[in-house]
């Protein structure tokens, strides 16, 4: 198989399993999700050993890389920006503004959650940086 | 446009060999695209690459990369 082949069915792959996780959430079907992921990453594992020629080298590695640190650092940033705005509102610009306690109890789980999500990034963050700090 | 001072005589190497950006990327085992980033210099190889380059045209890696002081 060539790699302009792999990449095409990588992005039909992608997108399909995107369509069945959105459909499955939507009709409240769980079942679909739990078998569509596994689906995709079995499809794309058997794929990948017929592909002929180079896919992947250093400087996909590099730009991977790149990448992800600035993907990492805007998340973190707009995410602990979003959590302080969204636990302030809660505890008390809701119901000053009017809205019900269960908006402003809302306001606060979502904020709690993303800053709980900001955390748990961090922390892969750190661990992953300790493991390829120890190889190198 | 040059992202580094770090120069390269990769075009010039692959013309005398009469070799495609392909041909380069697959005797090294890397993609057309890399050999391409390398050859508009937007790309600094490291060490291995830059060494299985200038072996591949039997010549010193100072011969194919160029550092000015």
């Known amino acids: ?136 | 446009m040059k992202a580094h001072s770090i120069t390269n005589r990769i075009k010039v190497w692959r013309a005398e060999y009469d070799l495609t950006q392909q041909d380069l990327a697959d005797k090294v085992g890397v993609t057309r695209q890399t050999i391409n980033a390398l050859e508009k210099e937007k790309y600094i190889p490291s060490l291995e690459l830059a060494f299985k380059i200038a072996r591949l045209f039997g010549v010193s890696i100072e011969e194919v990369f160029h550092y000015p002081e």
């Open chain 1, 1 to 136: 198989m060539q790699p302009k082949a792999y990449r095409f069915i990588l992005i039909v792959t992608v997108l399909a399993l995107g369509a069945a996780l959105g459909f499955g959430t939507s009709v409240g079907n769980y079942v679909i999700a739990l078998v569509a992921l596994p689906a995709a990453i079995i499809i794309l594992l058997i794929l990948k050993p017929l592909v002929r020629g180079v896919t992947e080298d250093e400087r996909s590695y590099r730009l991977a890389g790149n990448a992800a640190r600035w993907a990492f650092s805007v998340f973190v940033v707009t995410a602990a920006i979003a959590s302080n705005v969204l636990i302030a509102l809660g505890i008390r610009g809701a119901e000053a503004a009017g809205e019900t306690p269960m908006a402003a109890r809302a306001m606060t789980i979502a904020g709690t959650t993303l800053s709980l999500a900001v955390a748990f990034v961090f922390l892969v963050y750190l661990i992953a940086y300790i493991i390829y700090n120890r190889k190198s």
